[in-house]
């Protein structure tokens, strides 16, 4: 078997540039001598982190050191069989390599450099550094082509020293010269500081990077968790939507099954009694022709004679009896069916209301939460600005919408039609749009008194009772706003009272007619601001909200409005 050249260099320890003594391997896979490596890791053992001086990967906890025998047995053959050149083309510098300082003619390759001699050697030239004592302390390190950096460009002497004042390398004449009583270290000390830094620095990042991958991991379980709760979801969803289609058909079945058992009985009936009415008909002709025929007898003895023959009429059992009814049949069937599906389509309404509340509300991202601080400046606000319309249908009979259902006015009789959804007895409307999430809008009033508010859509909408009223009960919060009649008073103010659950506070705040509304659905959060050339907050109330919420209006005075201002 032939041979294999050996290069010193591949068996040297890269703490001490030697061959190898005593070889151990890290876990990493980085050969050293026992002696250089334990030394390295004693030093580091302060720092409770240990690292390959190579590849700088970092131990916890300082790794047990194995001998490696197949190394041990190669850096023995290389020592009695010495070491073998490198190959020509190899031992001088390329494009990339760093050149022998003290080569004549063609330069070969530097395999080190100096910090001290600021010089770089080939293997040649290197030797010194191993065999002559005072260079033996010198500072050796890979090939370097920045050396030059560490002369002084102003004294052309090596920069040993630094300046902490100025943060900057020196030289032993820059010492005396600009930076004279400044507070000077030597550039080793400085450099052991800053090792210390970095070490920490790399710590403090390599924590940071195992945290993150803990998160990465965490969230990719997470993601697990919700995509196999929502395949769930949506298959349970499935089999629901399943059971509700096929019990509708059900019955749609029984109902059909029905009417047709019903028309088949009242139709046999009817036709019972028609048949028997047929036959009647039928006795009474062949009767009135037995008495037609009589009535054409001309001899009176022969009529006489036949005349009490004939039987006396029965009276009509059926006639008196059938007693027809306005013909609306089954139609009263159809009429419950039908009350039936607007029963079922409020149901649905407003279950799916709360079903796309309950989707929207999950979150789990743990970054970015929707809910955040309440804005300060009235541009912040208008970022959650929406757009609120009113319903129609839930506006009282005096109240008349305009401007695209944005303004409510009071008027004495309007021409809505009626519906079920209507406040029969208290003056007020609600928004046709759910709010959730953060949102804000504007209500601009008249100078008498309105009531901003808003509710959940299942307050109740007959009577005048507190059930109805807005800020009367537990499905609503209102802001009352009524001008200061004090002719007394001097400052322009307004009257508020907020009211929730029949529970009232009063405040007073400056002249304003527009009220700016902030609802942040999520942290529970709904604040009344008066909106001039800058916002101040009237009130501010912390609760729970259980249901998406509705914006809504109450006029109490007759031509008094209120609009819902387009915001940009």
């Given at each position: 078997?032939e041979q294999?050249?050996?290069d010193q260099e591949?068996?040297?320890?890269?703490?001490?540039?030697d061959?190898?003594?005593n070889p151990v391997?890290?876990?990493?896979?980085?050969s050293?001598?026992f002696t250089?490596i334990?030394?390295?890791?004693d030093q580091e053992?302060?720092?409770g982190?240990?690292?390959?001086?190579q590849?700088?990967r970092?131990?916890?906890?300082?790794?047990?050191?194995?001998?490696n025998t197949?190394?041990?047995?190669l850096v023995e053959?290389?020592?009695?069989?010495?070491?073998?050149?490198?190959p020509?083309?190899h031992r001088?510098t390329?494009?990339?390599d760093v050149?022998?300082?003290?080569c004549?003619?063609?330069n070969?390759?530097a395999?080190k450099?100096?910090?001290?001699?600021?010089?770089?050697?080939?293997?040649k030239h290197?030797q010194?550094?191993?065999?002559?004592?005072?260079l033996?302390?010198h500072?050796l390190v890979?090939p370097?082509?920045?050396l030059?950096e560490?002369?002084?460009s102003?004294h052309?002497?090596?920069?040993?020293m630094?300046?902490?004042?100025?943060q900057?390398?020196?030289?032993?004449l820059?010492?005396?010269d600009e930076?004279?009583g400044?507070n000077?270290?030597?550039?080793a000390?400085e450099r052991t500081d800053?090792?210390?830094?970095?070490?920490?620095?790399?710590g403090?990042?390599?924590?940071r990077i195992q945290d993150?991958?803990?998160d990465?991991k965490?969230?990719?379980q997470?993601?697990e968790a919700?995509n196999?709760?929502a395949?769930?979801?949506v298959?349970?969803?499935?089999?629901?939507?399943?059971?509700?289609?096929?019990?509708?058909?059900k019955?749609?079945?029984?109902v059909k099954?029905?009417i047709r058992?019903?028309?088949?009985?009242?139709?046999?009936?009817?036709k019972?009694?028609q048949?028997?009415?047929?036959?009647?008909?039928t006795?009474?002709k062949?009767?009135?022709?037995e008495?037609?025929?009589?009535?054409?007898?001309?001899?009176?003895?022969?009529f006489?004679?036949n005349y009490p023959?004939?039987?006396?009429?029965s009276e009509s059992t059926h006639?008196?009896?059938?007693n027809?009814?306005?013909?609306?049949h089954?139609?009263?069937?159809?009429a419950?069916?039908s009350?039936?599906?607007e029963?079922l389509q409020d149901?649905?309404?407003d279950?799916w209301?709360n079903?796309?509340l309950?989707?929207?509300?999950?979150d789990?991202?743990?970054?970015?939460?929707?809910?955040?601080?309440e804005?300060?400046?009235?541009i912040g606000?208008?970022?959650?600005?929406c757009?609120?319309t009113l319903d129609?249908?839930?506006?009282h009979r005096y109240?008349?919408?305009s401007?695209?259902?944005r303004?409510v006015?009071k008027?004495?009789?309007?021409e809505?039609p009626?519906?079920?959804?209507r406040?029969?007895?208290c003056?007020?409307?609600?928004s046709k749009?759910?709010?959730?999430g953060?949102c804000?809008?504007e209500?601009?009033w008249?100078?008498?008194k309105t009531?901003?508010a808003?509710?959940?859509?299942?307050?109740?909408?007959k009577?005048r009772?507190?059930q109805c009223r807005?800020?009367y009960n537990?499905?609503?919060w209102?802001?009352?706003?009524?001008?200061?009649?004090?002719?007394?008073s001097?400052?322009?103010r307004?009257n508020?009272?907020f009211?929730?659950?029949n529970?009232?506070?009063?405040i007073?705040?400056?002249d304003?007619?527009?009220?700016?509304v902030?609802?942040?659905?999520?942290?529970g959060?709904l604040?009344?601001y008066?909106?001039s050339e800058?916002?101040?907050?009237?009130?501010?109330?912390?609760?729970?909200?259980?249901?998406?919420?509705?914006?809504?209006?109450l006029?109490?005075?007759?031509d008094?409005?209120?609009e819902?201002?387009q915001?940009?």
């Amino acid at each position: 078997m032939e041979q294999r050249l050996m290069d010193q260099e591949t068996f040297s320890c890269s703490i001490c540039l030697d061959l190898l003594s005593n070889p151990v391997t890290t876990s990493c896979g980085h050969s050293y001598c026992f002696t250089r490596i334990k030394i390295h890791w004693d030093q580091e053992d302060q720092r409770g982190i240990h690292s390959c001086p190579q590849c700088r990967r970092t131990f916890k906890t300082r790794p047990d050191l194995c001998k490696n025998t197949i190394l041990s047995a190669l850096v023995e053959q290389l020592k009695k069989t010495g070491p073998q050149a490198a190959p020509a083309d190899h031992r001088y510098t390329g494009h990339e390599d760093v050149a022998c300082d003290f080569c004549t003619g063609r330069n070969l390759k530097a395999i080190k450099s100096c910090l001290v001699c600021l010089a770089s050697y080939c293997e040649k030239h290197l030797q010194p550094h191993y065999d002559v004592a005072p260079l033996k302390k010198h500072k050796l390190v890979e090939p370097s082509k920045n050396l030059q950096e560490n002369i002084c460009s102003k004294h052309g002497e090596v920069m040993k020293m630094f300046c902490h004042t100025d943060q900057k390398r020196i030289c032993s004449l820059c010492l005396l010269d600009e930076h004279k009583g400044h507070n000077i270290i030597s550039a080793a000390a400085e450099r052991t500081d800053r090792q210390r830094e970095l070490e920490e620095r790399r710590g403090n990042i390599q924590q940071r990077i195992q945290d993150r991958e803990k998160d990465v991991k965490l969230l990719q379980q997470e993601v697990e968790a919700i995509n196999h709760s929502a395949d769930k979801t949506v298959e349970d969803s499935e089999k629901i939507f399943t059971e509700l289609i096929r019990l509708l058909q059900k019955r749609s079945s029984d109902v059909k099954q029905q009417i047709r058992s019903q028309q088949e009985t009242e139709v046999s009936r009817v036709k019972d009694v028609q048949e028997k009415l047929e036959q009647e008909i039928t006795e009474l002709k062949r009767k009135d022709a037995e008495l037609e025929q009589l009535s054409h007898t001309e001899d009176h003895n022969q009529f006489l004679l036949n005349y009490p023959s004939l039987p006396a009429l029965s009276e009509s059992t059926h006639s008196s009896s059938i007693n027809i009814r306005p013909l609306r049949h089954f139609e009263d069937v159809a009429a419950a069916v039908s009350e039936l599906r607007e029963k079922l389509q409020d149901v649905l309404r407003d279950s799916w209301t709360n079903i796309s509340l309950m989707v929207t509300e999950v979150d789990v991202l743990l970054s970015e939460p929707e809910s955040g601080p309440e804005p300060t400046t009235r541009i912040g606000f208008l970022r959650y600005s929406c757009k609120i319309t009113l319903d129609p249908n839930t506006a009282h009979r005096y109240l008349e919408l305009s401007e695209g259902n944005r303004k409510v006015t009071k008027t004495y009789e309007s021409e809505s039609p009626s519906h079920r959804d209507r406040f029969t007895e208290c003056e007020q409307v609600l928004s046709k749009e759910s709010l959730t999430g953060r949102c804000y809008w504007e209500v601009e009033w008249t100078d008498r008194k309105t009531t901003v508010a808003v509710a959940y859509k299942n307050i109740r909408r007959k009577g005048r009772g507190n059930q109805c009223r807005f800020g009367y009960n537990d499905r609503s919060w209102a802001l009352d706003c009524s001008q200061n009649n004090n002719l007394l008073s001097s400052l322009k103010r307004k009257n508020y009272t907020f009211l929730h659950n029949n529970s009232k506070t009063s405040i007073f705040s400056p002249d304003s007619s527009t009220i700016g509304v902030y609802l942040d659905h999520r942290a529970g959060i709904l604040s009344f601001y008066s909106v001039s050339e800058s916002m101040t907050l009237i009130h501010r109330v912390q609760t729970t909200f259980t249901q998406p919420l509705h914006a809504g209006v109450l006029l109490h005075y007759y031509d008094d409005s209120a609009e819902f201002c387009q915001l940009k």
